[in-house]
């Protein structure tokens, strides 16, 4: 609700008086084109952002949250856990975002070229390099 004020003048004597009235209600396809809007400029600020390069170790979600930064037991992600990057500067732990990139690199030390998406905490993979 809006709460306006109307003027009443008599002359000599000036009033005001608060007037509720409900707000313009958006319609459904204004909230869509909203949203869609929202998300197109979100995808597009995703596309146009410089890849960063990553070096660090690829482990699986449960090694990383225990401080094993390169585990190769390959069985670990086939039984649910996320296959991962654990940064070599700074030990943060990204989310692969498209593993089939990394599959083959499973407890390796690498350097990426990726796409970050620091809210989520995941990267997507354009190009993998073996590290020694």
């Not at 008086?17 to 600020?45: F, G, I, N």
């Not at 086939?78 to 692969?96: N, R, S």
Request: proline share 3%.
């Amino acid at each position: 609700m809006k709460k306006t004020l109307l003027y009443v003048s008599f002359g000599w004597l000036c009033l005001a008086a608060p007037v509720l009235r409900a707000a313009t209600p958006r319609s459904q396809s204004d909230s869509m084109k909203h949203d869609s809007m929202s998300q197109d400029s979100m995808a597009h600020d995703k596309m146009m952002s410089k890849p960063a390069v990553i070096k660090g170790w690829v482990s699986d979600s449960e090694c990383a949250a225990e401080g094993v930064k390169n585990c190769s037991n390959k069985e670990h992600v086939a039984k649910g856990a996320k296959l991962v990057l654990v940064g070599e500067a700074d030990k943060k732990i990204w989310t692969i975002a498209n593993p089939e990139k990394l599959a083959d690199h499973q407890g390796h030390h690498v350097q990426v070229k990726a796409i970050e998406d620091a809210d989520k905490g995941t990267i997507e993979v354009q190009e993998v390099k073996m590290l020694k």
